[in-house]
């Protein structure tokens, strides 16, 4: 159980992280916006979810929602991480939030703490207050 | 002995000279009560002057002059009249070549009649104008001062044959110099002496001014008392009044018999003197007065013509330099500037020493000698009621001050709010020339204490402060354009600093407002070189010998992530530090392609469609680069904010080429437009349509455009969106 989507409109963010996903023994799934990866997420194929603030189309907090329930950890991500929209993205539900730029360690840290408790079998309940 | 001095000098200024209670004897006076026509005054002998048996006193006055008051007068109406009227010429009663003119004048209630030899040889009148006529046209050919002065002593003296005739000009000081001379080898020459205030009181200055004309046809005469009425009649407009003792004697210390003096006057004020001074009596009839008082008078319109002439001259040189002077003023350093270039100023204007106030700015330039504390001049300045002062003597402006060090000057200052001037001319030390000793206007005789003039006119050289060149009103006028001029500059120069802060803090908050979008679009690619670098080593550890090509170009990427980064910070301190406005050539492809990556680098993001037109991508235009991004940021941001919660999202960008000179920008979006009450009051300062805004956006889009010379307008709004439009000019047209 090592699959993580990645989910952010530019180009050099997408190719970053899934080389460094890639090389920490992660099977990477690149989209550009959330309207595509809701359209091509099969909740059967649970992962983690990295998922941009901001992106155009549906915003993050809007796929995040739609992702209720669905079992898989969804960390946010955001280049103006505002604390209020951080408590907003945790109160619905999101494993964790992390601000852009951040240290590879950490982000290779949460992926790998969300992916173990995916394992553990922990539901993520979505929506809990 | 000091003391004797002074009180002397103010008896002599208290004699009632216009009341002497007395006429000289050469002519009659008779003291008429118009409504009896009867005489009930009279001083003269009048056996001698007319050969009349009896005392004219109480008679009427037909009993003595062969006609009534009103057959005298004839119709002319004293109280119109300025001075006494000549109205008849009576003969002796036995020698009919005795010959007497008759003036009369009013005196209170009564008409005084003055009768007095006629001159001899009486010409027409036709004669005498056209000698008139030739004395003036002879004075008019002057073509200086000099020669003017002289021309006109020469005409008076072939009118009246004095001795010696001298025109006088009172100075600042009070003393009289002498500036022009005609006469015989009788008398030496006093050109160019100065003769002591103090010899002329003030009271004889005084009567001078109200008739212009007085003879002594012989200083050495016994007065004719009055009779009849008080010996208080005014008599100020009487030509046989008699003069005072002690003028008497000081003509006898000066060895003159006879005199004669007209006064000068210059917009109603006593300008000087002619004066004239015979070693024999000498009679002065009526025609040949009035005819001196014709060459007075355009002595004085001659004067006023060389001297207008002179000074419009000096107004237009003056002019053109301070002009010259005004022009090497630069617009946005006006202080350094004037500072610099004062003593080219000073220079201008003829002066010894310039002092300059801008606001809070102290500036002088003195020459040696002068050690003008400027601070504490400008403090008496300001102290002073005049807001404009000329010829005012440093000494009277503060006599107790002693920051004026030894100096004396004539000043022309101009106190203002925000700029004060003054310009100095030293009373530099002159060799003065006195009659006489100056300091000795009269005398005391020591045995009888009686006060006399002085006795000696012996040539007393004298070194002595000077009388500084005067400030003529054309230099004046100039002074008031240089002070305009530099508040003018000044208030420019302020409120040009003043706008280059403004539009500084709009930028500085106008990238506080995009500050999340930018730290975004920074983050972005500081986030994909962490990533990449971290994936980099981990390429490395899992394969240390493996094939390093798709390291490389993983490295690349980083590289072009960090420049890019570099680039949106370059961007942004270019628009939030403050800095020297700078004029050159802008390329507007680059401008807008700048201000699109700080105003919308998320335009994907928010679904905003932006459409650029450019015909030419090599268009430059004049101007600053960070002001004119300013204002395309700006005017982006206000259209994408339009468009918040529209479908059609779009931005277009448009540039054309309108003239040879001239470009314009135009951005239109898809907006929801503008409201009528908004449009009137778009580019005033502090109105605003956003919550969040300070309203400051668009004014000062506009004091920018305009300080390029160009034009910012609103083309259109409406339910289709808005386009603004603004004008640049052509770099290098």
Same mark, same amino acid.
């Given at each position: 159980?090592?699959?993580?989507?990645?989910?952010?409109?530019?180009?050099?963010?997408?190719?970053?992280?899934?080389?460094?996903?890639?090389?920490?023994?992660?099977?990477?799934?690149?989209?550009?916006?959330?309207?595509?990866?809701?359209?091509?997420?099969?909740?059967?194929?649970?992962?983690?979810?990295?998922?941009?603030?901001?992106?155009?189309?549906?915003?993050?907090?809007?796929?995040?929602?739609?992702?209720?329930?669905?079992?898989?950890?969804?960390?946010?991500?955001?280049?103006?991480?505002?604390?209020?929209?951080?408590?907003?993205?945790?109160?619905?539900?999101?494993?964790?939030?992390?601000?852009?730029?951040?240290?590879?360690?950490?982000?290779?840290?949460?992926?790998?703490?969300?992916?173990?408790?995916?394992?553990?079998?922990?539901?993520?309940?979505?929506?809990?207050? | 002995?000091?003391?004797?001095?002074?009180?002397?000098?103010?008896?002599?200024?208290?004699?009632?000279?216009?009341?002497?209670?007395?006429?000289?004897?050469?002519?009659? @006076? $008779?003291?008429?009560?118009? &409504?009896?026509?009867?005489?009930?005054?009279? +001083?003269? *002998?009048?056996? !001698?002057? %007319?050969?009349?048996?009896?005392?004219?006193?109480?008679?009427?006055?037909?009993?003595?002059?062969?006609?009534?008051?009103?057959?005298?007068?004839?119709?002319?109406?004293?109280?119109?009249?300025?001075?006494?009227?000549?109205?008849?010429?009576?003969?002796?009663?036995?020698?009919?070549?005795?010959?007497?003119?008759?003036?009369?004048?009013?005196?209170?209630?009564?008409?005084?009649?003055?009768?007095?030899?006629?001159?001899?040889?009486?010409?027409?009148?036709? @004669? $005498?104008?056209?000698?008139? &006529?030739?004395?003036?046209?002879?004075?008019? +050919?002057? *073509?200086?001062? !000099?020669? %003017?002065?002289?021309?006109?002593?020469?005409?008076?003296?072939?009118?009246?044959?004095?001795?010696?005739?001298?025109?006088?000009?009172?100075?600042?000081?009070?003393?009289?110099?002498?500036?022009?001379?005609?006469?015989?080898?009788?008398?030496?020459?006093?050109?160019?002496?100065?003769?002591?205030?103090?010899?002329?009181?003030?009271?004889?200055?005084?009567?001078?001014?109200?008739?212009?004309?007085?003879?002594?046809?012989?200083?050495?005469?016994?007065?004719?008392?009055?009779?009849?009425?008080?010996?208080?009649?005014?008599?100020?407009?009487?030509?046989?009044?008699?003069?005072?003792?002690?003028?008497?004697?000081?003509?006898?210390?000066?060895?003159?018999?006879?005199?004669?003096?007209?006064?000068?006057?210059?917009?109603?004020?006593?300008?000087?003197?002619?004066?004239?001074?015979?070693?024999?009596?000498?009679?002065?009839?009526?025609?040949?007065?009035?005819?001196?008082?014709?060459?007075?008078?355009?002595?004085?319109?001659?004067?006023?013509?060389?001297?207008?002439?002179?000074?419009?001259?000096?107004?237009?040189?003056?002019?053109?330099?301070?002009?010259?002077?005004?022009?090497?003023?630069?617009?946005?350093?006006?202080?350094?500037?004037?500072?610099?270039?004062?003593?080219?100023?000073?220079?201008?204007?003829?002066?010894?020493?310039?002092?300059?106030?801008?606001?809070?700015?102290?500036?002088?330039?003195?020459?040696?000698?002068?050690?003008?504390?400027?601070?504490?001049?400008?403090?008496?300045?300001?102290?002073?009621?005049?807001?404009?002062?000329?010829?005012?003597?440093?000494?009277?402006?503060?006599?107790?001050?002693?920051?004026?060090?030894?100096?004396?000057?004539?000043?022309?200052?101009?106190?203002?709010?925000?700029?004060?001037?003054?310009?100095?001319?030293?009373?530099?030390?002159?060799?003065?020339?006195?009659?006489?000793?100056?300091?000795?206007?009269?005398?005391?005789?020591?045995?009888?204490?009686?006060?006399?003039?002085?006795?000696?006119?012996?040539?007393?050289?004298?070194?002595?402060?000077?009388?500084?060149?005067?400030?003529?009103?054309?230099?004046?006028?100039?002074?008031?354009?240089?002070?305009?001029?530099?508040?003018?500059?000044?208030?420019?120069?302020?409120?040009?600093?003043?706008?280059?802060?403004?539009?500084?803090?709009?930028?500085?908050?106008?990238?506080?407002?995009?500050?999340?979008?930018?730290?975004?679009?920074?983050?972005?690619?500081?986030?994909?070189?962490?990533?990449?670098?971290?994936?980099?080593?981990?390429?490395?550890?899992?394969?240390?010998?493996?094939?390093?090509?798709?390291?490389?170009?993983?490295?690349?990427?980083?590289?072009?992530?960090?420049?890019?980064?570099?680039?949106?910070?370059?961007?942004?301190?270019?628009?939030?530090?403050?800095?020297?406005?700078?004029?050159?050539?802008?390329?507007?492809?680059?401008?807008?392609?700048?201000?699109?990556?700080?105003?919308?680098?998320?335009?994907?993001?928010?679904?905003?469609?932006?459409?650029?037109?450019?015909?030419?991508?090599?268009?430059?235009?004049?101007?600053?680069?960070?002001?004119?991004?300013?204002?395309?940021?700006?005017?982006?941001?206000?259209?994408?904010?339009?468009?918040?919660?529209?479908?059609?999202?779009?931005?277009?960008?448009?540039?054309?080429?309108?003239?040879?000179?001239?470009?314009?920008?135009?951005?239109?979006?898809?907006?929801?437009?503008?409201?009528?009450?908004?449009?009137?009051?778009?580019?005033?300062?502090?109105?605003?349509?956003?919550?969040?805004?300070?309203?400051?956006?668009?004014?000062?889009?506009?004091?920018?455009?305009?300080?390029?010379?160009?034009?910012?307008?609103?083309?259109?709004?409406?339910?289709?969106?808005?386009?603004?439009?603004?004008?640049?000019?052509?770099?290098?047209?």
């Amino acid at each position: 159980m090592k699959r993580v989507y990645v989910i952010d409109d530019e180009t050099i963010v997408q190719s970053s992280m899934e080389l460094l996903l890639r090389l920490s023994g992660y099977e990477v799934r690149v989209f550009e916006t959330g309207d595509a990866f809701m359209t091509a997420f099969n909740p059967g194929e649970p992962g983690c979810v990295l998922l941009d603030l901001r992106l155009p189309g549906s915003d993050g907090l809007n796929v995040l929602s739609r992702l209720r329930g669905c079992g898989s950890p969804v960390v946010l991500l955001s280049g103006h991480m505002d604390p209020a929209l951080g408590i907003e993205a945790l109160r619905a539900g999101a494993f964790d939030v992390i601000a852009k730029p951040y240290d590879p360690d950490h982000l290779l840290q949460v992926v790998q703490s969300a992916l173990e408790q995916l394992a553990k079998g922990e539901r993520f309940q979505i929506g809990r207050a | 002995m000091r003391a004797a001095r002074e009180i002397a000098k103010e008896e002599c200024a208290r004699e009632p000279i216009h009341r002497p209670g007395s006429i000289q004897p050469h002519g009659g @006076l $008779l003291v008429v009560d118009p &409504r009896t026509d009867r005489v009930i005054g009279q +001083a003269g *002998d009048w056996r !001698e002057l %007319l050969g009349l048996k009896s005392d004219p006193l109480g008679t009427k006055v037909a009993k003595v002059l062969g006609k009534s008051l009103s057959g005298l007068l004839r119709g002319h109406d004293l109280s119109a009249a300025s001075e006494a009227l000549f109205v008849e010429t009576i003969q002796h009663r036995l020698f009919s070549e005795k010959r007497f003119d008759v003036l009369a004048h009013r005196s209170g209630s009564y008409v005084l009649l003055d009768v007095e030899p006629a001159l001899e040889d009486r010409q027409s009148a036709a @004669l $005498l104008f056209t000698r008139i &006529r030739e004395a003036a046209d002879r004075m008019r +050919a002057s *073509d200086s001062l !000099e020669t %003017l002065f002289e021309a006109a002593a020469a005409e008076v003296r072939s009118f009246t044959a004095f001795d010696r005739v001298l025109v006088y000009q009172f100075l600042s000081d009070d003393s009289g110099k002498v500036v022009g001379e005609a006469r015989s080898s009788a008398f030496t020459t006093l050109l160019g002496h100065r003769f002591p205030g103090g010899d002329i009181p003030a009271q004889a200055r005084a009567l001078y001014v109200r008739n212009v004309i007085r003879v002594i046809p012989d200083a050495i005469y016994v007065p004719a008392q009055i009779s009849g009425v008080s010996s208080e009649l005014d008599l100020s407009d009487s030509s046989l009044r008699s003069v005072s003792p002690i003028h008497l004697e000081y003509l006898a210390n000066m060895g003159v018999r006879a005199s004669m003096s007209v006064s000068l006057l210059k917009d109603g004020a006593l300008w000087g003197l002619i004066a004239c001074h015979s070693q024999q009596p000498l009679l002065v009839p009526y025609e040949t007065r009035e005819a001196c008082k014709y060459i007075a008078a355009e002595l004085m319109s001659q004067l006023r013509r060389l001297q207008s002439e002179e000074e419009s001259r000096l107004h237009q040189r003056l002019g053109s330099a301070v002009e010259r002077w005004l022009d090497e003023l630069g617009s946005n350093q006006v202080t350094a500037d004037v500072a610099r270039n004062l003593p080219l100023l000073k220079t201008c204007f003829g002066a010894e020493a310039i002092c300059l106030r801008l606001r809070d700015d102290m500036f002088a330039d003195q020459d040696p000698g002068s050690m003008v504390d400027a601070g504490r001049l400008f403090e008496a300045l300001e102290r002073n009621a005049e807001k404009i002062t000329t010829n005012l003597r440093l000494e009277d402006l503060d006599p107790e001050a002693s920051w004026r060090g030894d100096l004396d000057a004539s000043v022309c200052a101009i106190a203002g709010d925000d700029v004060s001037l003054a310009l100095l001319r030293f009373r530099a030390p002159e060799v003065v020339s006195w009659a006489g000793n100056p300091d000795e206007p009269v005398e005391v005789d020591e045995e009888t204490g009686r006060l006399g003039p002085r006795r000696s006119f012996e040539v007393w050289s004298r070194t002595q402060r000077g009388i500084a060149r005067p400030w003529l009103e054309a230099e004046r006028e100039c002074v008031k354009r240089v002070v305009g001029a530099i508040e003018r500059l000044s208030r420019q120069e302020r409120i040009s600093a003043l706008q280059a802060d403004l539009i500084h803090v709009s930028r500085v908050s106008a990238m506080g407002a995009l500050a999340s979008t930018l730290a975004h679009e920074l983050n972005q690619p500081l986030t994909a070189i962490s990533n990449f670098g971290r994936g980099v080593r981990l390429l490395i550890d899992n394969d240390p010998a493996g094939n390093s090509e798709e390291a490389k170009r993983y490295l690349d990427q980083m590289s072009s992530a960090a420049l890019r980064a570099g680039q949106i910070v370059k961007n942004l301190r270019g628009m939030i530090t403050k800095r020297p406005v700078t004029a050159g050539a802008v390329p507007v492809a680059r401008a807008i392609h700048d201000a699109l990556s700080l105003a919308l680098p998320d335009a994907r993001v928010r679904g905003i469609d932006v459409d650029l037109i450019l015909p030419d991508a090599r268009l430059t235009a004049a101007g600053d680069p960070v002001q004119i991004e300013q204002v395309l940021t700006n005017l982006i941001r206000n259209g994408c904010d339009a468009m918040e919660g529209q479908s059609i999202r779009k931005l277009t960008i448009e540039v054309a080429e309108v003239s040879v000179e001239a470009i314009e920008i135009r951005v239109s979006d898809t907006g929801y437009g503008l409201s009528e009450n908004v449009q009137s009051e778009l580019f005033k300062p502090f109105q605003t349509t956003k919550s969040d805004g300070m309203g400051l956006g668009l004014s000062i889009c506009r004091t920018i455009i305009e300080r390029h010379g160009g034009q910012i307008w609103l083309e259109r709004t409406g339910g289709a969106g808005t386009e603004f439009r603004f004008s640049l000019p052509k770099f290098g047209s």
